[in-house]
C-alpha cells in the first residue's frame, strides 16, 4: 500500500487556506506590508502584497519560515 498524502490536519501547516481578521493594520516595509492577524484563536505576524486595515477579513496563503509568519492576501466583502 502506498501511503496517502493528505494536507497536515494540525500544527501551523494547517493555517494555509484559513480565514482570519486583521488586527494590526499593515505597514510598508521592505518585503511589501506587514502587521498582524488573529487565525484560530492565535495573533501571527503576517506579511502581504498589499496594504490591509484593522478589522479586514484574510485569507493565509502560506506559512513563512524564519522567523515564523502567515502570507495572508484581503477577502472581497462577499468572500468573508
Not at 493594520?25 to 487565525?39: K, L
Request: aromatic letters at 4%.
Amino acid at each position: 500500500l502506498g501511503v496517502r498524502r493528505l494536507p497536515p490536519q494540525s500544527g501551523v501547516e494547517a493555517l494555509a487556506g484559513r480565514r482570519g481578521v486583521v488586527k494590526e493594520a499593515f505597514v510598508p516595509d521592505e518585503n511589501g506590508f506587514t502587521g498582524a492577524v488573529f487565525v484560530d484563536g492565535a495573533r501571527w505576524s503576517a506579511v502581504a502584497d498589499t496594504a490591509l486595515e484593522e478589522g479586514e477579513a484574510i485569507q493565509v496563503t502560506a506559512v513563512l519560515n524564519q522567523p515564523t509568519r502567515l502570507r495572508v492576501k484581503g477577502l472581497e466583502k462577499g468572500e468573508a
